[in-house]
């Protein structure tokens, strides 16, 4: 079925997926299988050889997961697109695919605590090396920040959890006068929200745990690509690298860009570190993400509306020293919000708490309707202290730059009646400070 035609909201139910090429089935069937039969001996040579599509071992692809894989290219309007088991699968292929070899990743400093400490404690042994942007919000500098042998430049379209924008337009124009790429984390925001290759990203990466699938109940990844940005340039020598596996009839070998010129950045990820390291996607998994896509449009809609409501209620309170959510009006990042999102800001805020160590621990341990744990996008309402927890591997310094102070607590907006959430929040509120 041809679905570019068609808008967001038929894309998200329909792209990727024809009925009748699988026994009419209304919903994609989960393909729970670990290899495929060959038709012959000519068919195993085309699928190995790369010249005829098909499946041949569900780690490098099934039929599951490629509906999952075709209904998102088509929503964030990719050219390539492979899913993984993890986001941070998706992060690590995608930086290893870009820096292989060895050379620096120029990132914001607002991230996820786990992306920050693998970026210290894993690519370094690999010879890549991270250097934290100070003027990731100045555009105009950052230029001056950009080293001979640096590869990309990594942000989040909305961070986690300081909800900080930048103005992506303006950093992929930088990344792009010095011939590197845009790497986007866009997690939080959901093809919904923002579109980053729209604005100018190249590289896009989810962990479609959270919002994409948004019901907290399956683990997996994805990496898509724009298609426009150039490899085969001295900064990347290994997308020249010609394989034998990449022959052609007459046994002349290619190179990625030769064999997929619209899509060589995700093709080289699935034939090489998906296909050796191994971090495949389970078709139950994908099938989950494909429903939980199906009713992406309300649920965010919903999550924004609850976020905003929760961000000025907390705005007023006694015990909140401080609210952090870009659709509030006094927001440092009111403008860009304006004019980059107008579905909403995503259900992530933050805020810090008024009050004493023990007053804080004990306002959590008070929540009633909130669930208490640390991931984000599910349909429940989530609650945690992320400086403890979720960025809890930062170093005091780190948590210094990335400016997430001792008493940040942030919230992860569900699709409960607001009111509720505010009484829980209240009643929390009163017992902590009591």
């Given at each position: 079925?041809?679905?570019?035609?068609?808008?967001?909201?038929?894309?998200?139910?329909?792209?990727?997926?024809?009925?009748?090429?699988h026994?009419?089935?209304?919903?994609?069937?989960?393909?729970?299988?670990?290899?495929?039969?060959?038709?012959?001996?000519?068919?195993?040579?085309?699928?190995?050889?790369?010249?005829?599509?098909?499946?041949?071992?569900?780690?490098?692809?099934?039929?599951?997961?490629?509906?999952?894989?075709?209904?998102?290219?088509?929503?964030?309007?990719?050219?390539?697109?492979?899913?993984?088991?993890?986001?941070?699968?998706?992060?690590?292929?995608?930086?290893?695919?870009?820096?292989?070899?060895?050379?620096?990743?120029?990132?914001?400093?607002?991230?996820?605590?786990?992306?920050?400490?693998?970026?210290?404690?894993?690519?370094?042994?690999?010879?890549?090396?991270?250097?934290?942007?100070?003027?990731?919000?100045?555009?105009?500098?950052?230029?001056?920040?950009?080293?001979?042998?640096?590869?990309?430049?990594?942000?989040?379209?909305?961070?986690?959890?300081?909800?900080?924008?930048?103005?992506?337009?303006?950093?992929?124009?930088?990344?792009?006068?010095?011939?590197?790429?845009?790497?986007?984390?866009?997690?939080?925001?959901?093809?919904y929200?923002y579109?980053?290759?729209?604005?100018?990203?190249?590289?896009?990466?989810?962990?479609?745990?959270k919002?994409?699938?948004?019901?907290?109940?399956?683990?997996?990844?994805?990496?898509?690509?724009?298609?426009?940005?150039?490899?085969?340039?001295?900064?990347f020598?290994?997308?020249?690298?010609?394989?034998?596996?990449?022959?052609?009839?007459?046994?002349?070998?290619?190179?990625?860009?030769?064999?997929?010129?619209?899509?060589?950045?995700?093709?080289?990820?699935?034939?090489?570190?998906?296909n050796?390291?191994?971090a495949?996607?389970?078709?139950?998994?994908?099938?989950?993400?494909?429903?939980?896509?199906?009713?992406?449009?309300?649920?965010?809609?919903?999550?924004?509306?609850?976020?905003?409501?929760?961000?000025?209620?907390?705005?007023?309170?006694?015990?909140?020293?401080?609210?952090?959510?870009?659709?509030?009006?006094?927001?440092?990042?009111?403008?860009?919000?304006?004019?980059?999102?107008?579905?909403?800001?995503?259900?992530?805020?933050?805020?810090?708490?008024?009050?004493?160590?023990?007053?804080?621990?004990?306002?959590?341990?008070?929540?009633?309707?909130?669930?208490?744990?640390?991931?984000?996008?599910?349909?429940?309402?989530?609650?945690?202290?992320?400086?403890?927890?979720?960025?809890?591997?930062?170093e005091?310094?780190?948590?210094?730059?990335?400016?997430?102070?001792?008493?940040?607590?942030?919230?992860s907006?569900?699709?409960?009646?607001?009111?509720?959430?505010?009484?829980?929040?209240?009643q929390?509120?009163?017992?902590?400070?009591?």
């Amino acid at each position: 079925m041809a679905t570019d035609r068609y808008q967001f909201d038929t894309q998200r139910l329909r792209a990727g997926y024809e009925p009748k090429e699988h026994n009419y089935a209304v919903s994609p069937p989960i393909y729970q299988t670990a290899a495929y039969d060959f038709r012959d001996v000519e068919n195993a040579a085309g699928l190995f050889g790369l010249r005829e599509p098909g499946f041949l071992y569900t780690r490098v692809g099934n039929p599951t997961v490629a509906v999952l894989e075709e209904r998102v290219r088509t929503l964030d309007k990719a050219a390539g697109i492979i899913a993984l088991a993890s986001g941070m699968a998706a992060i690590s292929y995608t930086l290893l695919n870009l820096a292989e070899g060895g050379g620096r990743i120029l990132t914001s400093p607002y991230l996820y605590g786990g992306s920050t400490d693998s970026f210290k404690k894993i690519y370094p042994k690999f010879g890549i090396k991270f250097d934290y942007a100070k003027n990731i919000e100045d555009p105009e500098r950052l230029a001056e920040e950009i080293k001979p042998d640096t590869k990309a430049i990594f942000i989040e379209s909305i961070s986690n959890p300081n909800t900080v924008l930048l103005d992506i337009e303006a950093i992929a124009k930088v990344a792009h006068e010095h011939g590197i790429p845009l790497v986007v984390d866009n997690t939080v925001a959901t093809p919904y929200l923002y579109n980053p290759l729209a604005h100018g990203a190249d590289i896009v990466v989810y962990s479609a745990t959270k919002g994409l699938n948004g019901h907290g109940n399956a683990i997996a990844g994805l990496v898509l690509e724009g298609g426009n940005f150039n490899y085969q340039t001295e900064k990347f020598p290994q997308f020249s690298e010609k394989y034998y596996t990449l022959r052609d009839i007459d046994n002349k070998l290619r190179s990625f860009p030769e064999v997929f010129p619209d899509a060589p950045f995700t093709n080289r990820i699935r034939f090489n570190y998906l296909n050796y390291f191994g971090a495949a996607l389970s078709p139950f998994d994908a099938y989950l993400a494909l429903v939980g896509l199906e009713t992406i449009s309300e649920r965010l809609s919903r999550q924004s509306r609850n976020a905003l409501t929760l961000a000025e209620y907390l705005l007023k309170h006694p015990q909140v020293e401080w609210v952090r959510y870009p659709a509030l009006k006094n927001s440092p990042h009111y403008g860009l919000y304006k004019r980059d999102f107008p579905k909403g800001a995503g259900g992530i805020l933050s805020f810090g708490f008024k009050g004493t160590k023990e007053q804080r621990e004990a306002f959590l341990n008070s929540i009633e309707l909130f669930h208490y744990h640390v991931n984000i996008g599910d349909a429940r309402s989530l609650i945690v202290n992320s400086p403890q927890t979720t960025h809890g591997e930062l170093e005091a310094e780190e948590k210094k730059i990335a400016d997430i102070p001792e008493n940040l607590i942030r919230i992860s907006a569900g699709l409960e009646d607001a009111a509720d959430l505010i009484a829980d929040l209240e009643q929390a509120f009163e017992k902590a400070v009591s």
